[in-house]
């Protein structure tokens, strides 16, 4: 059984709620002074942080907010990253990942590196939720 949309947006909150909790994770995002967009596919997801409010705002689902950056992927690509078995840089170069404008990947993909404790929630959170199967397509 794969994991729904409504499934992953759970996982997604709480994972951002992570985010607006850490002051220093905030401030990092706060200084790209950018609105960016996560869109996942396969089943469609889409997470929007507007980094120009403070504290950042993060909207889920559609929005009639214009992003400055899209990142899009699928989810069983988001899935392999955020269990660290990928590495951003490599899923971007491997046409993976996504990030539009073009211009604008090299600047995203360096703050990966900052998030990365965040990350490591994201197994915790899919074992708390029983989310564990869903999330691996099984």
């Known amino acids: 059984m794969q994991a729904t949309a409504d499934q992953m947006y759970e996982v997604m909150r709480e994972l951002f709620d992570a985010f607006l909790e850490d002051e220093k994770m905030v401030a990092t995002a706060r200084k790209t002074n950018a609105v960016l967009c996560y869109r996942f596919t396969n089943p469609t997801v889409r997470v929007i ?3 120009r409010a ?4 993060v909207i889920y689902g559609d ?3 214009s992003p ?3 990142i899009s992927m699928p989810w069983d690509v988001a899935h392999e990253f955020l269990m660290g078995r990928a590495n951003a840089a490599d899923l971007f170069l491997k046409k993976k990942l996504t990030v539009q404008p073009m211009s604008q990947a090299m600047k995203y993909l360096k703050l990966v590196p ?3 404790s965040l990350l490591k ?3 915790e ?3 708390q939720k029983g989310l564990t199967e869903a999330m691996e397509g099984r």
Request: charged share 25%; no cysteine; net charge negative.
């Open 49 to 51: 942080i507007n980094n």
């Open 54 to 57: 403070d504290p950042p705002v």
């Open 63 to 65: 929005s009639d907010v």
């Open 68 to 70: 400055d950056v899209t």
């Open 114 to 116: 900052m998030f990365m």
């Open 121 to 123: 929630r994201y197994p």
């Open 125 to 127: 959170i899919i074992e």
